[in-house]
């Protein structure tokens, strides 16, 4: 009599393997696009925040807050628990804390630069495929190439 065979063969079995194998490196490899473009929305953010703060400031005060090598009155840094954005006599507060960027390392860090009639922000995009990364991009900012892009927002 013969016996009925149960289980898989050793063939059926890495033919499996394999193709999990390949489904998870595809899956890994789009998850860290996922994870830039969640960054990159992150920034976008909070320079939108940013620029509302300023907004705000020039209302009350007349002018944006000046910056100068001299005496940078930076309000996007420094970021972090307890540091806010505020200025004006009384003081007021625009911003309760001044958010740090998503990495907030080497290039990922946000900029702020202004005379007091207009402003530029920045920050460094990772997802250089991004439909609102700047059309050229700042160079002396951002390294550009395959590694980031600059975003820039500027008073409307």
Same mark, same amino acid.
């Given at each position: ?5 149960? /289980? !898989?063969? $050793?063939? &059926?079995?890495?033919? +499996? ?8 490196? $595809?899956?890994?490899?789009?998850? +860290? /696009? ?12 909070n320079l ?6 300023? &907004? ?7 002018e944006y807050?000046? @910056? ?7 309000? +996007? ?7 806010? !954005?505020?200025?004006?006599?009384? $003081? ?7 958010p740090c960027?998503?990495?907030?390392? /080497? ?15 920045? @920050?460094?995009? &990772? ?30």
């Open positions: 009599m013969k016996r009925a065979q149960r /289980g !898989f063969t $050793l063939i &059926e079995l890495l033919i +499996v393997v394999a193709i999990i194998g390949i489904l998870s490196s $595809l899956l890994m490899v789009n998850f +860290v /696009g996922i994870r830039q473009r969640a960054r990159d929305a992150q920034r976008k953010s939108r925040q940013f620029q509302s703060a300023l &907004e705000l400031y020039r209302s009350d005060q007349g807050p000046v @910056t100068s090598a001299a005496a940078p009155a930076n309000p +996007v840094a420094p970021c972090g628990q307890g540091n806010a !954005f505020q200025g004006g006599s009384p $003081l007021n507060t625009y911003l309760q804390t001044i960027d998503p990495l907030n390392a /080497g290039e990922y860090i946000y900029s702020y630069v202004s005379d007091g009639s207009t402003y530029t922000l920045y @920050t460094c995009m &990772e997802n250089v495929a991004d439909s609102q990364k700047d059309t050229t991009n700042n160079s002396g900012y951002c390294t550009g190439g395959t590694t980031n892009w600059s975003y820039t927002l500027t008073n409307p």
